[in-house]
């Protein structure tokens, strides 16, 4: 029996991006990934402030993610140099900057990159405008840049507000993608950075409004120290209404199993904690399914990775979220 396949757009950029396309390949499935383009941090921001391209980062994270291309071919894109002139680089980011350099243009150097690791799917850059994220603070305060803002850990609980500088506009591929989508899938991931980030861009929010698609909601699993300290469920979902729209998230899948209490002492020692649920009354019109959705599979930072161990100890199962969103 043939299945219908199913056309679903992913949002938002880091490893939540790369859990859920990499389950979600798996089945009969037609995929688009919107990424941001506001990482200013790392290899992607070197590269952007010395060659003037946009941030590699996300992008690449989701081409490894969706390529059906041999183990080698996908481990040298993530491959990060750990010693020399290149140290902290990736060689992804700089092969998608050189492209870009050689094309004239970040989306058609993707295009290229996506031929060569034979993707399932398409990546597309939310915008094509160099663009950077700035945080208002309620007392007046700005912090510019996505580095910055994801980094910090004391000032961001006083957010008042979050913009692009300057602002940025859609990219031009994305609005027929989602005018023709079934599911639209909003990746857990950093809040500001990975997630709002894009919802800023202007036209993304209209068209998601404007489109028939199940807008989806995936639950992060943890609070970040100083800026989702004490957040539920409900309170992630408000902080992106703010910039999506109200009633524009039809469904919210999250968590039910708790982690080792061992895992969890790791976490609390560096402020994190377990994104509670919350009072689900207060959003009567969103469908909440809960499942069990941890990996027990741990994964080992490498090498010049500045995020470390810790982050990667309590991480959805890539499988597991992939058959919820697709039965959904």
């Known amino acids: 029996m043939n299945k219908k396949i199913q056309k679903i757009v992913t949002i938002g950029g880091g490893s939540g991006s790369f859990m859920v396309l990499s389950g979600l390949k798996k089945y009969p499935v037609d995929l688009s990934a919107i990424v941001s ?3 200013d941090g790392g290899s992607a921001g070197i590269l952007r402030d010395e060659l003037g391209v946009l941030p590699p980062g996300d992008a690449r994270q989701c081409l490894v993610a969706l390529s059906k291309s041999s183990r080698v ?5 993530n491959y990060r140099y750990s010693n020399g002139g290149l140290s902290g680089h990736s060689f992804g980011n700089i092969f998608l900057s050189t492209l870009e350099k050689i094309t004239g243009g970040f989306d058609t150097a993707i295009k290229e990159a996506s031929q060569i690791l034979r993707i399932k ?3 597309l850059p939310v915008t094509l405008k160099n663009t950077r994220l700035v945080a208002v603070l309620k007392n007046g305060k700005k912090i510019v840049g996505e ?8 000032d961001l609980i006083n957010l008042k507000k979050l913009y692009l500088k ?3 506009s859609l990219n031009p591929e994305i609005i027929k993608v989602i005018e023709e989508t079934d599911k639209i899938i909003i990746n857990p991931g950093d809040l500001y950075s990975s997630l709002i980030a894009n919802f800023l861009v202007k036209g993304l929010p209209e068209a998601i409004k404007k489109s028939k698609a199940k807008v989806i909601y995936i639950g992060n699993l943890m609070t970040k120290p100083g800026q989702t300290e004490g957040f539920t469920l409900i309170d992630y979902i408000k902080s992106i209404e703010k910039y999506l729209g109200k009633g524009v998230i039809s469904h919210v899948v999250y968590n039910t199993e708790i982690p080792d209490a061992k895992l969890l002492k790791k976490y609390s020692r560096q402020g994190e904690n377990l994104v509670l649920p919350g009072d689900f009354n207060e959003m009567p019109k969103i469908k909440f399914f809960g499942h069990e959705l941890l990996g027990h599979t741990f994964y080992k930072a490498k090498k010049g990775d500045v995020l470390g161990n810790v982050r990667s100890l309590i991480r959805h199962d890539s499988d597991k979220l992939a058959e919820v969103i697709y039965k959904l």
Do not use: C, Q, W
């Open 147 to 154: 580095k910055n803002i994801y980094t910090n850990s004391t």
């Open 121 to 123: 799917g398409r990546v």
């Open 166 to 168: 300057p602002a940025a």
């Open 37 to 39: 383009m506001a990482d």
């Open 73 to 77: 071919l996908r481990e040298l894109f």
